[in-house]
Nanobody, 124 residues
């Protein structure tokens, strides 16, 4: 397993932007598929966006397509989530997750390691 630490959450006005970071430990970061999930109060954890270790086009949930972008810097063992045009409904705790293998799954149970989460709050 890999240890994950998120940062970059905060309070922002609707229409604003935030960038989340997820720093991973371990020397095999390049073999992990990475994803961001989020969980709002009273709701289930939901998939946001993921990127395969093998590269290729990231996969994003319909609710964030065109607004959120995931990227990875393998040399830094870090994955980023750039969030633009934020909406109040994006308010949630955001979690970074990793799994072995190249496939981006949208099911939380398919991921092996999780960060502690970072709060994102979007005011209207």
């Amino acid at each position: 397993q890999v240890q994950l630490i998120e940062s970059g959450g905060g309070l922002v006005q609707a229409g604003g932007s935030l960038r989340l970071s997820c720093a991973a430990s371990g020397r095999t970061f390049t073999t992990y598929t990475m994803a961001w999930f989020r969980q709002a109060p009273g709701k289930e954890r939901e998939f946001v966006v993921g990127i395969s270790w093998s590269g290729g086009t990231p996969y994003a949930a319909d609710s964030v397509k065109g607004r959120f972008t995931i990227s990875r810097a393998n040399a830094e063992n870090t994955v980023y989530l750039q969030m633009n045009s934020l909406k109040p409904e994006d308010t949630a705790v955001y979690y970074c997750a990793s799994k072995i293998g190249p496939v981006v799954h949208t099911t939380p149970a398919r991921y092996d390691s999780w960060g502690q989460g970072t709060q994102v709050t979007v005011n209207s």
